[in-house]
Each structure stands twice: as C-alpha cells, then as structure tokens.
C-alpha cells in the first residue's frame, strides 16, 4: 500500500487495459472517505453518528466489479452534461449537434459516453486527490476536445471539498456534478425519516419525463423546511422526488441545503457555487439496493439548458475555465433541524 500524507491507495482492478485503484482520504479522528478513479468515484464516507460510532452515509460496493454492473450512477462524477437534454440534440450558432438516446427521446447523464464509467488518471497534491481525463472533440456527440478534472479532500472536521475544472478548445455545453445517494443512518433503513432543509421556493416545471418546459415556479407543497421526506412526500402527494430546486437568490450564506437523520443525530450541510440542485429520492435503484436507501442532492447548472437560454449559461468557450465546487460538512446534533 502506497501512502502520501493521510491519502492511502491500492490496486482495486483493472478496466480497458487500465489500473483502477481505491483511494482512501482520513483525516486524524478517523473518519475518512474512500474513492476509485474508475467514474472519479466516492465510494464511501464513514463519519462518527451522535454516539461516536463510525459509519458509512452514502450508498456503495464493496468490489469494484459491482459498480461495472451498476446502471443507477452511485457515488459517480457525471459528465460531460448532468441531467436530461431534451430529444438528444442542442445547436450552437445555428449547428446542431446529436447526443445519444438513453432516456427515451432524451439523453441523460451524457449516455453511454458519460465520466461515470471513464478511468480517470490520478495525482496527490498535498492533502487533495486531483483526478482527470480527457473527452476528445465529437465524444458523446459532444464539440471540442475537453480536459476536466475534479479534486477531493477531506479535513478535519469531516468536511468534504469537490473542487471541478475545465477547459476546451471549442464553444461547448458543460454541467458536471457528484452522485452520492445518502443515507445518514448507515443503510439501517430507508430514507423516509430523513429531515431535509433546501433554500429554495422555486422548482423547474417539468413534464412527465422530467424535461424542463422552461418555466420556474413555487414549489408550493414541496418546499423543504426541515420536515422528513416520507411526510413531504405524503402532503404533496407524490411517490418519489425528481425534482430540480432553485436557489434563493437573496441567501446570505453559502448553505444551500441541510440534511439531518434524528435517529444518529448525523447531520449535512450541503455548500456550492451552482445555482440549485436535483432531488432525486432513489425510486428506480436495483441490484443490491432497493428503491429509497438512498437520495440524492445533485448540486448542478440546470437540466436542459442548452435549449432555454434563460436558464443560466452552461457554454465553455475556449480559453476560459469552468470553476465550480460542492462542499459537503458532516457533523452531529443533540435535536432534530
């Protein structure tokens, strides 16, 4: 086992000819996180519940075959779009640039060219696990030969820092974000009776298929004020969450969203520099999971918009460079948000 200040990795598998390894980040109370450059990956995040007992908090595998069969994204960088494009196709001045089909008519998650199942190369700087690759000019249907990176660390406050950067050689849409499915109660059970605070009165309309019709409206009987997602669910009626959340433009600080389990008194706050994010309480995951174990909150520009220019820009033009960050901070309370 190789080991550089507190980052430890070993060789987990192989995929196409190249190394896949896992990494491990922990910190000097001993909690830690634990990563794959194979879909720049979090694999774990085992933080102390109110009791001090370690625990896992995120949805994962134990063997890195299991994620080759995953279809449900856990834990993965998604890239180079988050989200749906409406019918697979955007233009940029005018030409038109097919995507892959996997949705439906829609694309989503960027198909079967996506970051998920890329192998990443890797190096440690410090305390940071930098991780890139590059997406060459028409991948995915994509324009412009793209290079991306996405750094992770983790402190001593059980904090979690993903930092992502891109450049690219021609004018191109970006929108990367994170898929960890959490559940602040170590998988013991579902996530119904997690408490969740969002700072957002407005939500995307969005059709049947969660495509955007490009209206933003109030969220009205889904506003997140600390109630837990089953009694959320119940009020509005719904069985699961989709849901894109936009931000309160006035917000004071950067906490864009709270989650917290009474059970464990395990507590997140979710901080970023996107301008909302997606809800999605797990309804179609299988395999060794089962719909509600884990939900998702994917801090992202919005689903779709290449094809509502209202919505705030995804374009990358050459020569500048994509900045954006998801800090995730674990901590526990005495009392429910």
Known sequence: MMVNNKITY??????IGKDVFLFKIQNPNGAFIELTNYGATLVSIVVPDASGKLGNVILGFDSFEAYLEDRCYIGSTIGRFANRIANARFDIDGKVFNLEKNDGENTNHSGAHGFHNRVFDFSIQNDELHLHLTSPDGEGGYPGNLSFGVAYSFSE?????????????????????????????????????????????????????????GQIIPSGPVTFNGQTIGNCLVDAKLKGFNTFYVFDHSRQDSTVAVLSHAGSGRRMEISTSYPGLMLYTGDYLEHSYKPFDGLCLECQFFPDSPNHQHFPSTILQP???????????????????
């Open 157 to 213: 406050d059980n904090q979690i820092q993903i930092h992502y950067t891109a450049e690219t050689d021609q004018k191109t849409f970006v929108n990367f974000t994170n898929h960890a499915y959490f559940n602040l109660n170590n998988e013991a059970s579902g996530i119904f009776d997690h408490q969740l605070k969002i700072a957002s009165n407005e939500v995307l309309e969005s059709t049947a298929d969660y495509i955007p019709t």
């Open 319 to 337: 020569g500048e460079q994509y900045k954006q960050y998801i800090h995730l901070k674990f901590d526990t309370q005495d009392q429910p948000i």
């Open 10 to 15: 070993k060789h987990w598998g192989n995929h």
